[in-house]
Nanobody, 115 residues
C-alpha cells in the first residue's frame, strides 16, 4: 500500500524558514517523480515543486522560485521541501504527491506564516 506521510509544518514568522519532509512507503520510491502541492483556505490546490525520479531538473511555481528547494533522499525514501523567506501568502496545507498507477496524496501538513 502506497503511503505518504508529511511532517515539519508549523507556525513561522515572515522571513523565516521551514523544512517539510514526506516519508514514502509501499512503492519503489526512487523510480517515481514526486511533488509538493499546497492549498490555501478558499483556494484551489496548486503545484509548488516537482522533482524527477533520477537526476533531471526540478520545476517550481513562479511564486516560490528562488525561495523553496525540493530534494529527495532515495536511500531514505524521503522527499523534502526547504522553504526560506516565507511570506504570509505561503500559508497553506502542504501535500506530498506521487502517481503510481493511481494518484496518491499525503494527509497534509499545515504551514502558517504570521507575525
Amino acid at each position: 500500500e502506497v503511503q505518504l506521510v508529511e511532517s515539519g509544518g508549523g507556525l513561522v514568522q515572515p522571513g523565516g524558514s521551514l523544512r517539510l519532509s514526506c516519508a514514502a512507503s509501499g512503492f519503489t520510491f526512487s523510480r517515481y517523480g514526486m511533488s509538493w502541492h499546497r492549498q490555501a483556505p478558499g483556494k484551489a490546490r496548486e503545484l509548488v515543486a516537482h522533482i524527477p525520479s533520477f537526476g533531471g531538473t526540478a520545476d517550481y511555481a513562479d511564486s516560490v522560485k528562488g525561495r523553496f528547494t525540493i530534494s529527495r533522499d532515495n536511500g531514505k525514501n524521503t522527499l523534502y521541501l526547504q522553504m526560506h523567506s516565507l511570506e504570509p501568502g505561503d500559508t497553506a496545507v502542504y501535500y506530498c504527491y506521487t502517481h503510481v498507477i493511481s494518484d496518491y496524496w499525503g494527509q497534509g501538513t499545515q504551514v502558517t506564516v504570521s507575525s
